[in-house]
């Protein structure tokens, strides 16, 4: 394919999965006070009486309920988004890497999926808890704005989503023959430093806490990597 084709291919793939960002946020839309409800539970559970989530401007709510959506078709059209991924460098794939596709595209889903999990789960109301106590130390009742803390849940869940799909592109950069193990273990000390700088700048906010809860978990999946490296490495 020539520049121009490239380029092209990749102006399609980017439409249809805008397109299918759209259609699935339209549908989330007539659910978007359920999903907030889902959103902000990790909050809620750490928030003592009296303190509360509060709107500041008159079309917060309105806005909020956009984003809310908005957010929730993106993770429910993540098949389509990796599937066009796969789109575009299929091209450059031999044609038995091109079959790929459907393991591609679950295990991708799969692990997005599972990170935004894992920090809903188990990383926000860690971090939460932390923040509200904060507060509580300094003698302050807590009243977060809702546009606030749906920008924070969704850098959070968005970060982690995000890096949880390293081993999946490992397994794939390796059956291609652009990594092996034995490269991920010579730069570890270097990946680690890039995981805490990848951390610093992908949580919202600059503390230690909130940046060692998105960097352990990453080095874990780093080290889980250099196994399939190795598992999957080809013949030599």
Not at 10 to 27: F, M, P, Y
């Amino acid at each position: 394919m020539t520049l121009t084709e490239h380029l092209e291919e990749l102006r399609w793939c980017v439409l249809k999965s805008i397109l299918a960002v759209v259609l699935a946020s339209g549908i989330c839309y007539f659910f978007s006070d359920a999903i907030f409800a889902f959103v902000v539970a990790p909050l809620r559970q750490n928030l003592q009486p009296g303190q509360n989530l509060i709107g500041t401007s008159v079309t917060e709510a309105f806005f909020v309920e956009i984003k809310v959506a908005l957010a929730a078709g993106v993770l429910f059209s993540c098949p389509v988004i990796f599937y066009q991924i796969w789109r575009f460098v299929a091209p450059g794939l031999s044609g038995r890497e091109r079959k790929w596709v459907l393991p591609f595209v679950f295990c991708a889903t799969f692990f997005f999926v599972s990170g935004a999990f894992f920090c809903y789960r188990f990383v926000l109301p860690v971090a939460f808890q932390y923040f509200i106590e904060q507060y509580e130390s300094m003698g302050v009742s807590p009243a977060i704005r809702i546009g606030e803390y749906f920008t924070f849940f969704f850098r959070m869940v968005l970060a982690f989503g995000a890096t949880f799909e390293l081993p999946v592109f490992t397994f794939f950069l390796v059956q291609i023959g652009i990594w092996d193990y034995r490269f991920m273990l010579r730069s570890f000390r270097y990946a680690i430093v890039a995981i805490f700088v990848i951390a610093a700048i992908l949580t919202p906010t600059p503390d230690v806490i909130n940046q060692s809860l998105l960097a352990v978990p990453m080095l874990l999946l780093y080290a889980l990597s250099i196994g399939i490296a190795y598992v999957w490495r080809k013949p030599e």
